[in-house]
């Protein structure tokens, strides 16, 4: 399952390289992210596709290198290990909500991160 991520270059980078943070704070915001968002391929996310969110994060935050999509490889079984069947809530797993796929604290984000470093990533450059 290929996961997608829309945000500026400079923090899809970072994200490939540490993981998602959930107490990360965006430049004048005192609200942390709390999650992290993505989009299974080819899917529309509430707020848009990723390539939507990366062009709003690029206006929002000129310095950060422009639009960039953060893709993140799982395989079927690291899915079905984190990621809750569509539309139900199941303790430590993420939620799958149409075609928003929402990672946080108790909800499949640490496993996420426990398996971060074995996952194929690749950052594009919109």
């Known amino acids: 399952m290929l996961l997608r991520h829309g945000t500026t270059l400079k923090r899809a980078q970072a994200i490939a390289k540490d993981g998602p943070d959930a107490a990360f704070l965006e430049?004048?915001?005192?609200?942390?992210?709390?999650?992290?968002?993505?989009?299974?391929?080819?899917?529309?996310?509430?707020?848009?596709?990723?390539?939507?969110?990366?062009?709003?994060?690029?206006?929002?935050?000129?310095?950060?290198?422009?639009?960039?999509?953060?893709?993140?490889?799982l395989s079927d079984a690291q899915f079905r290990k984190l990621?809750?069947?569509?539309?139900?809530?199941?303790?430590?797993?993420?939620?799958?909500?149409?075609?928003?796929?929402?990672?946080?604290?108790?909800a499949g984000l640490e496993g996420l991160l426990r398996i971060w470093p074995e996952l194929i990533k690749t950052v594009k450059k919109l």
């Open 27 to 73: 430049p004048g915001s005192s609200e942390p992210a709390e999650g992290f968002s993505t989009a299974p391929e080819g899917s529309q996310c509430r707020f848009g596709n990723p390539e939507t969110c990366a062009l709003g994060k690029a206006t929002l935050f000129p310095s950060e290198g422009g639009p960039a999509i953060l893709e993140i490889e």
């Open 83 to 106: 990621v809750a069947p569509p539309g139900r809530l199941q303790k430590n797993k993420a939620l799958h909500a149409e075609d928003e796929i929402r990672f946080e604290r108790s």
